[in-house]
């Protein structure tokens, strides 16, 4: 078979209808006429655009323009403000906080809480979330002080102004600060209700939405009155206002830390970090007081103050070996826990910051002097007569008598004006020398000095050179007129002699506890000696005879079975409000047991109105009241000794 192929045949295909002549109609098979030639249709008209080059030139330079813009601006906020900017954001983004540190608690001598610290909160406030525009209502701030005034015990309108300050970028304000947690919760249930019932669909806003609570503490006195004159108080900024808050508010207090956070809203952003330095909590404090016997004294000089009608009193107990204080006891007092009902008269601390003239109880540093330069000794005579003409004045006793024939020692128990000047007459071969030698053991003694006890507000008294000393003052400072001290200053005093001599200085602080447990003793006080132990020994004998002879001016103050050593006394007062002599300070100074001294005791009361003004009558009963208390809590045996029984007067 051949490789070629055959060839293709053709078929022949239906014939193709001829054209007609010109003119004529076209037949059936046949081509259709042409049409008359006329006038060709114009061409469509075509727009031609423009080069879209010099667009996109312009396009692209205004794009380049405003991404140039863009790039300066941020190279001038990363680079060249960097800073500034970081720190603006830094202000608005990130906030401070003080954590406060727990403040120390104080305590008396064997650990019972007077001062405490407890949890309480600071109600804040963020003023931007009480805005008509945050709230929807144009009396946000009106409606939330309305509900938060009596809860917070406050002035409905100063609330008002804090949540509407002026200021209205403000997020935070302190509405009120160290309020208890039932305040808070109070507060925050109240909330709770408000925000449940806006979420119910009601018109009712959520006014307290913008109401926080920060957590602090709030300083609490478990004893209220007691002891409330050393305590002091702690003021609205947590700081010590008074007292041993004050003094020693620095140990107390501690150091507060700080933590810094980020927060958007007023929120805290917990992924943002934050720094934290943590507070250190502030020391305990031990005081040396007994709470048992400073109720006891201060329950017994308040009903005495209140039955006499008197301005005021103060008792002092004080270890005589050591110079504790174990009572400092003032009426009337206050509650350091609302200071708002207290009388300011009777803030501080009267007991050392009243100066005022000790009269007939100051005797005794004549006495000390008298001894101890040998002038005389307690059998010495001394005639006593009914007047005393010294320099311009003349003198007398508390009562007309007739001729007094007393010993030294009588003189004292029968608390003669005229006898002490007579007998410290005898410190000089003129009275000018004389009263350089009395005015040397006064200063010995305290007066005129600072106490020892470093507390604030106290007074030095006054005690001036004895070549300042007028005419009368020659005469009237041997017998406690003409010189001021304070209670503490002549509780001193006789500690001093029933301490053989030695002045120890008081202290009202046996030491503190730090963060970590370990106690701290206070500083030993200084010690000096005054007079020989053979002139105190013999000046607590004749401070006997106050007490226990029958023509002692001390007699109330009696302990059955304990020998007792005191001394009385009644000056004229002067008043603080005039300057002028106005009343009486009466007073009772001592100690007990007199022959082993362990507790000594001073009690005065100023200006009684009702009832006796002597110091015996109605301050022996109080020194009786409270040092029988202490020598039972100290459970201080009596001696079993006989008194001294000095004689009293002489026969001429």
């Known amino acids: 078979m051949s490789d070629r192929e055959p060839p293709r045949r053709r078929v022949p295909g239906p014939a193709r209808p001829a054209r007609p002549a010109a003119g004529q109609r076209p037949g059936p098979g046949a081509r259709p006429a042409r049409r008359p030639a006329g006038p060709r249709p114009a061409p469509p008209k075509v727009i031609r655009l423009g080069s879209p080059r010099p667009r996109l030139r312009l396009v692209g330079v205004t794009l380049a323009l405003v991404l140039l813009a863009f790039v300066v601006r941020l190279f001038q906020v990363q680079a060249v403000d960097a800073s500034t900017y970081a720190a603006k954001a830094d202000r608005n983004r990130y906030v401070g906080q003080v954590l406060e540190a727990e403040r120390g608690g104080i305590t008396d001598r064997h650990g019972v809480a007077l001062a405490t610290t407890e949890d309480a909160y600071d109600i804040t406030a963020d003023p931007t979330m009480f805005a008509p525009g945050e709230l929807e209502i144009a009396d946000g701030p009106e409606q939330a002080a309305a509900l938060l005034a009596p809860i917070l015990g406050q002035d409905q309108d100063e609330l008002v102004e804090k949540l509407r300050p002026e200021n209205k970028a403000l997020r935070y304000v302190k509405l009120a600060a160290r309020q208890t947690p039932q305040t808070w919760r109070q507060i925050k249930d109240l909330k709770a209700a408000l925000a449940k019932k806006a979420g119910t669909g009601d018109s009712t806003a959520n006014v307290l939405a913008g109401v926080f609570s920060v957590p602090t503490s709030k300083r609490v006195y478990p004893n209220k009155e007691l002891a409330a004159g050393i305590l002091g108080w702690v003021n609205a900024e947590g700081k010590g206002g008074g007292g041993i808050e004050l003094q020693l508010d620095k140990r107390l207090a501690g150091e507060d830390g700080k933590i810094r956070y980020a927060q958007s809203g007023g929120r805290l952003v917990p992924t943002a970090g934050s720094t934290e330095t943590p507070a250190v909590p502030g ?52 509650d350091p826990n609302d200071l708002s009902e207290a009388d300011p008269d009777a803030l501080g601390n009267a007991a050392v910051q009243d100066a005022f003239e000790p009269g007939s109880t100051a005797k005794v540093l004549s006495m000390a002097a008298v001894l101890e330069e040998n002038a005389a000794t307690p059998g010495t005579h001394v005639v006593v007569p009914n007047r005393l003409h010294r320099g311009d004045r003349l003198f007398k006793d508390d009562i007309d008598h007739p001729t007094w024939y007393l010993t030294l020692n009588g003189v004292l128990a029968k608390s003669s004006n005229i006898g002490t000047i007579l007998a410290t007459g005898q410190l000089g071969e003129t009275q000018a020398q004389a009263n350089k030698v009395l005015y040397r053991y006064l200063r010995k003694f305290g007066l005129g000095g600072e106490s020892g006890l470093g507390f604030p507000g106290e007074t030095k008294g006054i005690l001036a050179p004895p070549d300042e000393w007028s005419t009368s003052q020659q005469y009237t400072i041997p017998f406690g007129q003409g010189v001021s001290v304070n209670a503490m200053q002549a509780a001193s005093i006789y500690s001093t002699i029933a301490n053989g001599g030695v002045r120890v200085e008081p202290t009202l602080v046996r030491g503190s506890k730090g963060p970590d447990g370990r106690f701290t003793p206070a500083p030993e006080p200084g010690r000096t000696r005054v007079v020989s132990e053979k002139t105190a020994k013999t000046l607590a004998r004749m401070l006997e005879s106050v007490v226990d002879d029958e023509e002692g001016t001390g007699t109330k103050a009696r302990i059955p079975g304990y020998r007792v050593a005191g001394k009385t006394g009644t000056a004229n007062r002067v008043d603080p409000a005039t300057g002028k002599y106005h009343g009486y300070t009466s007073s009772f100074a001592g100690f007990a047991p007199a022959d082993k001294p362990r507790i000594t005791v001073y009690c005065a009361i100023q200006n009684a109105t009702e009832g006796s003004y002597f110091g015996g009558q109605i301050c022996g009963p109080v020194y009786k009241q409270v040092m029988e208390f202490a020598l039972k809590t100290l459970q201080v045996p009596p001696t079993g000794a006989d008194p001294a029984d000095l004689p009293v007067t002489f026969k001429p």
Request: hydrophobic fraction near 45%; aromatic fraction near 6%; glycine fraction near 6%.
């Open 283 to 334: 020391s305990d404090v031990e005081l040396t007081i007994d709470r048992d016997i400073q109720w006891a004294a201060q329950n017994a000089i308040a009903e005495q103050v209140k039955e006499s009608a008197a301005d005021r009193g103060y008792v002092i107990v004080q270890d005589t070996r050591t110079g504790e204080v174990l009572a400092m006891a003032n009426a009337p007092g206050f």
